[in-house]
């Protein structure tokens, strides 16, 4: 008989808050340590995996881990400021307790990557679930494992940029393509000079392909799909993995398929309201689906499959 | 067994209220270590959430006072409570709740002894009544 | 076990018997019947078309702890209490018998849900043969029978005077208790007379609807107006789903008081539209359009996807009591006559 | 088919191919005889669904909520015609108050008022029906001509009949309100108003003492399973966030359904209906758990207009009870 508790959370405490970006929706990242020996262990997951974390009081919810599995002994999560218990997160200092229990869902298929091209796009705090990848990728265990590495972020303006540092670091390695870029329009009150966004030449929207590229430029100004015509990955033994705002997916996703991407070599992920994590409660489903339990990763084959409806 | 000591809360109003009870305790007026006091600006404040959620964390009474009609500091807050927590009162008799355990008093900021008289009268009431169950949080364990 | 027979005037005799199990049976109180712990058997009432709520609540509260959490001196969580006691459910109708098949799916895929595993192996079920079903039953066209023994330990018809008694699981044997001196062997005439009643009963489920069909239907009609006309008068108010047997969904909260609290979980209704609105306010079933859609996808098609059943036992409570008359069999009717024109 | 039955179609018709209306909200047939329900339609082809009969329970106004908290699709000019509707008096008091209270202006709705003498109530009408041997769907005529309604219908050939009193709903045998005050336009005759006991349902419970009165609310309140349907089909339930629900910035009233939050989430109910509720009693016709809310409601209403002379849905000028107050109301506080 089993009498596992599956709803009740491990200890974890906050050993360092790193801001990530600032404002009304401001991002954190959040380094958790699981207090129990045994159970921190165990705690093995997935890149593109998902757990559930608890401000006790508050309530639950649930986030993508953005650590790698080879970061041994602590998980990452980046958290963007929206809801009740991600504002009582941003609240909490280093050292208090949370709740955590998963990993969930399926994450990524990392055998099936092996000895293909990787190519990430993410955008805005959608680079969160793909940092676990990608720096698995990138982890001198596995670099090994994979091909060419094609790393795609942008966000608003330079200051939302995460991760800052750990790009710089990956900016300096010459075996991955770094290509970064911020909206070309929008700064948080609207158009930045140029002078704001010095360094980041500007892609020509009507025709990005044709944009002249300044000798070790990778900082652009531009919208996330531009610069992936930009970029002009090839498809070949290639697969693309991609997360952001919904409008922003839909255009990489077109043009990734102008670029010759058959839909079961694009991945992407996709998120419901979610209160149980395993497949109980009822509301993440889209048709059939479970997306807390069958996803939160699918290609674009299988959500093209589904019912339009998230 | 240790004598039941009854709980009561009481919100009082910052202008008025809160100062009487103030001047009772500098006048040392003696009156029972029962009560918590909550001040609020007005006693138009008070929404009758407060004094239900009051019950259900464990309150035994529940004590409301404000400035006399027409002193109100926002000149007519304490109007609106009045037909608020008059409304109030007739319904959680209604629903079986002693009237004893709810209570709203209007006290200056002059009336010290009244406030300590008003608070002596609450407590005998409900150290009467006993402790208060029927609203209370199933899950209190104390 | 062989079938038995047990004189109604026994009943008591046979409860009083059963004092190792907390029993729980139909009650009547003002106007509803509810499944309460019995501890007057008078106070039980068999007569009545069904309960106003199922008996699911017996493994799936309406509110169920999950676990303790205290904040100081420092943070623990403790373990919820686990629904220990033996449990007799008696009295329940086949339809909603054969809904706790239909649970276990869901809380048995993949992880075991804990709680409600051991409510459920704990109890000893002991069905009643649905003698005089509502115009509003129609569990013959989902699968069930007015007499179906699916999910039950025990299945009893009323005979009149008596019972008759079959005993389908081992579970069941052990609430047999003094066999020789309250039960009696049945007669050929018992089991005719069974039978006849059976027939009887099933007959007397009119509604139907033939639902062959109606999964693969669905899957055309996701982009259908009909479901805009067929939502328009619907309140959201949730009662089908919190009086659905096979109603499972819950939200989880917390229930804070200061320094210490618990997590619980709650029913929850997908027909409203804080069931699936995200943190940032965006909502994938925004209309009731969307939700009422949902309810019936999820019955007739996604459950069956997912689990080989239609979720839905044909108990026509969300019938009796929908407050604006949205007929599930009536909707299914139409669903199969829809025509979808292409625009 | 009744003659208030025609005219309500007529209306309807001539309404929808005008284009006077968005739509047209009225009664349509139900899924038994003992059930009217709600039907809303835009083509003047459907008229002939709508239906008038004492089955017709249902208080069209929650609709008109729904209607006001309709947002435009961006870009597009809202229609801003008014909605056809058919309301009893206790549902127009209902609009009345919704007008008071600035969530419907006037001309967004066009209101047929129809003078009522009290609707049946479908659980009694089953009851009595079953005791009769009448099916489902044996009741074929319903009479609701002059002053009685009579029930007839047809079990084994032989025709049963049963009045009104022993059908009619409880909250329609206190009403003294037949007849709408506010309306666009109205169909049949005045009906004198009846001197009754309009809050016979609390005068028991009334003279109940206190632990009476404690012990039978305990029985109730711990019967509620939080289905939210009270407030759900609550045409004055209008709140975008209900108060019981809200988590921010904390949860007043937990989710769990025991007895102290589900007393807490009544009353708080029942004190945000104080002059406000109309008692068309859909919140208790719809509770599954057969909980009386209508006992705390009237109790409501009855101390508004004992202590302040307010009567809801009345006067759409007059000032919400709690909205306003008069320097010498009653002071039990001195």
Sequence with gaps: MSTENLYKPHLATITEIREEATGE?????????????????????????????????????????????????????????????????????????????????????????????????????????????????????????????????????????????????????????????????????????????????????????????????????????????????????????????????????????????????????????MKCGIGKCGRCNIGEIYVCKDGPVFTREQIKKMFQEF | MPEYEPKILAFLCNWCSYAGADLAGVSRFQYPPNVRIVRVMCSGRISPRFVLKSFQEGADGVLIAGCHPGDCHYSKGNYYTRRRLTVLGKLLEHVGVDPRRFKVKWISASEGGKFADVIKEMTENVKGLGPQRSFKRVDDDE | MDDMIIKKDKLPKWSSELSDYKIFAPHREDDVVIFKEMKNVNKVVLHYANSVMPPKEIFFPQTQELFKYEKSPEMKVSEAELPLEKVLLFGVRPCDARSFLIMDKLFYWDYEDHLYKQARDNTVIIGLTCTSPHHNCFCTSVGGKPYSNEGLDVLMTDLGDRYYVEVLTEKGEDVIRKPDELFSKPTDKDRKERGEIWEKAESEVTKNVEVEGVHDKLGELFESKYWDEKSRTCVGCGICSFLCPTCHCFDITDEDCGNCGRRIRTWDTCMIPEYTVHASGYNPRPGKKNRLKNRVFHKFRYFPDRFDAIACVGCGRCISKCPVGIDIVETLEEVKEVEEVEE | MSKIEDEIRGIAKKLLEEGKVKYFTGYAKGPDSFRARPIIIDDPKDVDKL???????????????????????????????????????????????????????????????????????????????????????????????????????????????????????????????????????????????????????????????????????????????????????????????????????????????????????????????????????????????????RKLYRKMAKEAEKLYSYEAGLNPEEDPVFATFRVDDDDEFE
């Excluded at chain 1, 140029?194 to 002249?212: F, L, Y």
């Excluded at chain 1, 409008?247 to 990489?252: L, M, W």
Aim: aromatic share 8%; charged share 30%; net charge negative.
């Design chain 1, 25 to 273: 929706r401001g991002i954190k990242t959040f380094k958790v340590r699981i207090n129990d020996d045994e159970v921190r262990k165990n705690f093995k997951h997935i890149p593109g995996q998902c757990a559930m974390l608890s401000v006790f009081g508050v309530g639950e919810s649930i986030f993508g881990i953005s650590s790698p599995p080879t970061w041994k002994d602590f998980l990452e999560f980046t958290i963007m400021r929206v809801g009740n218990v991600t504002s009582a997160l941003h609240m909490m200092n280093v050292g208090d307790v949370i709740g955590i229990r998963g990993p969930y869902g399926n994450g990524f298929p990392m055998d099936e990557f092996k000895g293909k091209n990787c190519i990430f796009i993410g955008a805005g705090v959608g680079i969160a679930p793909l940092r676990s990848v990608y720096q698995y990728v990138l982890s001198p265990e596995h670099r090994k494992e994979f091909g060419d590495v094609l790393l795609i972020y942008g966000a608003r303006t330079p200051a939302d940029l995460a991760y800052k540092e750990e790009f710089e670091e990956i900016d300096k390695r010459d075996d991955v393509d770094l290509q970064m870029c911020i909206d070309w329009k929008f700064g948080p009150e609207g158009m930045i000079d140029e002078d704001a966004a010095k360094g980041w030449p500007k892609i020509k929207m009507s025709c990005p392909a044709e944009t002249e590229i300044p000798e070790g430029c990778n900082h652009w100004t531009c919208f996330v799909p531009q610069l992936v015509e930009v970029a002009a990955p090839s498809p070949e033994n290639a697969v693309a993995l991609t997360c952001g705002p919904p409008i922003a997916i839909k255009f990489v996703v077109q043009n990734l398929e102008k670029l010759g991407f058959s839909d079961d070599q694009v991945y992407t992920t996709l998120e419901n309201r």
């Design chain 4, 51 to 293: 239906i008038w009969s004492p089955c017709c329970v249902n208080n069209l106004g929650v609709y008109l909520v729904d209607e006001m908290k309709k947002k435009p699709k961006r870009g597009e000019e809202p229609d801003t015609r008014p909605v056809g509707i058919v309301t009893k008096a206790c549902d127009a008091r209902g609009i009345t108050v919704l007008h008071q209270e600035n969530i419907l202006p006037k001309e967004r709705v066009y209101v047929i008022g129809i003078p009522c003498r009290g609707m049946a109530d479908p659980e009694k009408l089953e009851k009595h029906a079953r005791k009769k041997g009448l099916g489902h769907d044996a009741i074929y005529n319903m009479d609701i001509k002059e002053e009685k309604m009579m029930f007839t219908g047809e079990a084994e050939g032989v025709k049963v009949a049963f009045p009104r009193e022993e059908v009619l709903l409880d909250k329609c045998k206190e009403c003294v309100h037949h007849n709408p005050r506010e309306y666009d336009i109205v169909i049949g005759k005045r009906i004198e108003n009846p001197h009754v006991d309009k809050y016979a349902t609390i005068r028991e419970l009334e003279d109940m003492s206190l632990e009476e009165r404690e012990k039978f609310w305990e029985m109730i309140f711990e019967r509620c399973i939080r289905c939210n349907a009270c407030k759900e089909v609550c045409p004055m339930c209008y709140c975008e966030e209900c108060t019981v629900e809200k988590a921010k910035p904390m949860r007043w009233c937990s989710k769990s359904a025991d007895k102290s939050n589900n007393e807490f989430f009544h009353l708080i109910r029942a004190m945000h209906l104080v002059g406000r509720c109309i008692d068309c009693g859909e919140c208790e016709r719809v509770c599954p758990m057969a909980i009386p809310l």
